[in-house]
T-cell receptor, first 115, second 112 residues
Framework: DTGVSQDPRHKITKRGQNVTFRCDPI?????LYWYRQTLGQGPEFLTY????????KSRLLSDRFSAERPKGSFSTLEIQRTEQGDSAMYLC?????????????FGEGSWLTVV | KQEVTQIPAALSVPEGENLVLNCSFT??????LQWFRQDPGKGLTSLLL?????REQTSGRLNASLDKSSGRSTLYIAASQPGDSATYLC???????????FGKGTRLHILP
């Protein structure tokens, strides 16, 4: 068990470009969460999955954001036509729905800077 | 709507002191509550998890309590050390949809 891993750890992109982040959860964890965090704030919920099914997407997210978990394992978060306000750390987390007390484990995050 | 509030937002104390961080939540229908530590620029590290049926959990110098009916949790840190300096986040897992809602955190600075 290598924990939750995220890639890339840092991304600098020009405004208007598309970016994609990848998250590999702890194996056999069926729940996967995406959060966004800006400086001085707690993590803000973006979306979550049960296996490959996306259960909910935050109303705060525009249509420029999309997330997938095609085979119920890794997940990708894509941001299209990035804006400076998208600059933040994007955190991925996973947990088991039915064991381990539903403890949630986070990755190290992916920092996005839009210039 | 579940709202999670952490007080104080920031705290500075001399090394060796015992301290308490507070977390309150508006909806008591939670599955569990988890405390995390976050160092600058890093991800979140789980410290303690309390199930809704439990009153407290302990790990080393840390003790977390939960009063679900009043919507409160505290994190007690004994004999604080400079290495405890970090942001501490509280998160509740809602029973009805398994969403996890965070507070804004308490930034703790332990003075050597």
């Amino acid at each position: 068990d290598t924990g939750v891993s995220q890639d890339p750890r840092h991304k600098i992109t020009k405004r208007g470009q598309n970016v994609t982040f990848r998250c590999d959860p702890i194996s056999e964890h069926n729940r996967l969460y995406w959060y966004r965090q800006t400086l001085g704030q707690g993590p803000e919920f973006l979306t979550y999955f049960q296996n490959e099914a996306q259960l909910e997407k935050s109303r705060l997210l525009s249509d420029r954001f999309s997330a997938e978990r095609p085979k119920g394992s890794f997940s990708t978060l894509e941001i299209q036509r990035t804006e400076q306000g998208d600059s933040a750390m994007y955190l991925c987390a996973s947990s088991s729905w039915d064991s381990g007390g539903r403890t949630i484990y986070f990755g190290e995050g992916s920092w996005l800077t839009v210039v | 709507k579940q709202e999670v509030t952490q007080i104080p937002a920031a705290l500075s104390v001399p090394e060796g002191e015992n301290l308490v961080l507070n977390c309150s939540f508006t909806d008591s229908a939670i599955y569990n509550l988890q405390w995390f530590r976050q160092d600058p620029g890093k991800g979140l590290t789980s410290l303690l998890l309390i199930q809704s049926s439990q009153r407290e959990q302990t790990s080393g110098r840390l003790n977390a309590s939960l009063d679900k009916s009043s919507g409160r949790s505290t994190l007690y840190i004994a004999a604080s050390q400079p290495g405890d300096s970090a942001t501490y986040l509280c998160a509740v897992r809602r029973s009805r949809d398994d969403k996890i809602i965070f507070g804004k955190g308490t930034r703790l600075h332990i003075l050597p």
